[in-house]
């Protein structure tokens, strides 16, 4: 497992961009599969998008494909969410997450078992 620190939330306008990161620690960063989920009050946690360990292959929910951006950077052990034209119902708590990777370079779902502590997004109207 490794340990993860979101940072970059905050509050934005409706049609803004902002960039979440995720700083990982251990060694074994560049064998895991690293992804974001978010939750809305009173909503259960969503999948938003994950990327394969290699960064090859990427997934997203449906409700952010076009917006949202996930990439990696194995040198830095970081994972970034881009996200553009901002609406606000997408205002919510992003966590990152990982899972063990290796098996395959194409991501078709994703199943976490570490966790960070969550940044909020707000976006107002």
């Known amino acids: 497992q490794v340990e993860l620190v979101e940072s970059g939330g905050g509050l934005v306008q409706a049609g803004d961009s902002l960039r979440l990161s995720c700083a990982a620690s251990g060694r074994r960063f560049s064998t895991y599969n690293m992804g974001w989920f978010r939750q809305a009050p009173g909503k259960e946690r969503e999948f938003v998008a994950a990327?394969?360990?290699?960064?090859?292959?990427?997934l997203y929910a449906d409700s952010v494909k076009g917006r949202f951006a996930i990439s990696r950077d194995n040198a830095k052990n970081t994972v970034y969410l881009q996200m553009n034209s901002l609406k606000p119902e997408d205002t919510a708590v992003y966590y990152c997450?990982?899972?063990?990777?290796?098996?395959?370079?194409?991501?078709?779902?994703?199943?976490?078992?570490?966790w960070g502590q969550g940044t909020q997004v707000s976006v107002s109207s």
């Open positions: 997450a990982s899972e063990p990777g290796l098996l395959t370079v194409v991501i078709q779902s994703f199943t976490p078992n570490s």
């Open positions: 990327i394969s360990w290699t960064g090859s292959s990427t």
